[in-house]
């Protein structure tokens, strides 16, 4: 009987050890996290990074991986929700020991893991992030999109060449991106000799806008910026024709989603938004990674796709050019990054962990978002 149960504890023994080797196999290879909104409010955020992370992804290990190994992409959820971001980055870190981090697209999320990744020692690429203060938090912390006193300062020129004078402002004060943008937008225009006609604001997931947008009717601007996501701005744009408003609006990076058209329909038609890249390119570079994202997904690639995928082939650059997988030594070689030849443009890493880029301003037309011009900075 004795015996039995010893025999019974050394297999037991046996084969949690077979398992957890077998685990280890399976979990070769370079481990690089990833947190997104994969679902809830801004899903189609998280969901166009990780299918650009997972094209890029496909080409490097395609083409032997990184100092002779495959990158491990271990992508985590924070289902859109405030709090649900330090979660994941904290697992990412101390549970699998992710060797560098990629996200998020909305600056609050950005916001909310930058400190854990710094204390960490993580270096951490935002692909999409444009509030200045992301990139403020610390040395590990970069991106690879424009920043918003920039993206603002593109939609008020914007704005006087459409040659309003009067341009109205709706915030939501729920985020730190629309409050950034809203900010620059407004300092750039009122420089440039423009009147802020009306002010108002919001909070992210409410649905009715009548007041503020009576008081817009009121004042009767030329343009109205808009510096929300798509998930707010379509029901504002649509409460605005109900209202006879019919100036057209403009928005930021935050509008690019095909919900915008999709909620929005004809009440959106004619109205512009600043991006970091448009799917119409004839750049030979853009039109082949446009092709092979067809290929892959059977859909256009949007502005996050692109960026999603930079982020990642600019990981493993900085990686083969360290020589290593040690976190400070690819912090060191990713800050070191010069004229990476990236889809949404050359990136070029300044002091401040940021790079300079053009801005393209797009329109919906017929249902479409059609490239109208691009904005050098
Ligand atoms: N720039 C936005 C933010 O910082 C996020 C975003 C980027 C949204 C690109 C759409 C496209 O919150």
């Not at 037991?12 to 990833?34: F, W």
């Not at 989603?257 to 030979?284: K, M, R």
Request: proline content about 5%; aromatic content about 8%; overall charge neutral.
């Amino acid at each position: 009987m004795k015996f039995l149960k010893l025999s019974s504890t050394l297999l037991l023994a046996t084969l949690s050890l077979s398992g957890s080797s077998c685990s280890k196999k399976q979990e070769s290879g370079i481990p690089v996290g990833q947190f997104a909104s994969l679902t809830g409010g801004q899903a189609t955020f998280g969901q166009s990074t990780d299918k650009g992370v997972q094209l890029a992804l496909e080409e490097i290990n395609g083409s032997g991986g990184v100092l002779g190994q495959p990158i491990r992409m271990i992508t985590k959820d924070n289902q859109s929700k405030p709090g649900e971001t330090s979660t994941v980055v904290r697992e990412l870190i101390t549970r699998d020991k992710v060797v560098a981090l990629i996200g998020e697209v909305a600056s609050g999320r950005s916001l909310e893991a930058a400190p854990i990744a710094q204390r960490s020692g993580i270096p951490m690429i935002s692909p999409a992030s444009t509030n200045e203060k992301v990139t403020e938090t610390g040395d590990h912390i970069f991106r690879v999109c424009f920043i918003d006193p920039f993206q603002g300062t593109v939609c008020a020129k914007f704005a006087g060449k459409l040659a309003a004078q009067k341009a109205a402002i709706i915030t939501d004060v729920s985020k730190d991106y629309s409050l950034g943008l809203a900010k620059s937008f407004k300092a750039e225009f009122l420089k440039n000799g423009g009147v802020i006609t009306g002010e108002q604001s919001y909070s992210g997931g409410d649905k009715d806008f009548s007041a503020q947008l009576t008081a817009i009717k009121s004042a009767n601007p030329d343009v109205v910026f808009l510096p929300a996501y798509y998930t707010e701005a379509p029901l504002i744009i649509r409460q605005a024709r109900q209202l006879g408003i019919t100036a057209p609006f403009i928005g930021g990076d935050g509008w690019d989603s095909t919900e915008l058209i999709s909620v929005g329909g004809s009440a959106v038609e004619g109205c512009y938004f600043s991006n970091h890249f448009s799917n119409q390119s004839t750049d030979p570079q853009v039109v082949a990674f446009v092709d092979a994202y067809r290929k892959k997904y059977h859909e256009d690639p949007d502005a996050m796709v692109a960026l999603g995928y930079d982020s990642l082939k600019l990981l493993a650059d900085a990686m083969k050019r360290a020589g290593t997988t040690d976190p400070d030594k690819v912090n060191a070689a990713i800050a070191a990054t010069k004229d990476f030849p990236g889809i949404t443009g050359k990136i070029t890493l300044d002091e401040h962990r940021n790079p300079t880029k053009s801005a393209v301003m797009l329109q919906v037309k017929n249902g479409k978002f059609a490239y109208v011009e691009t904005i050098a900075p």
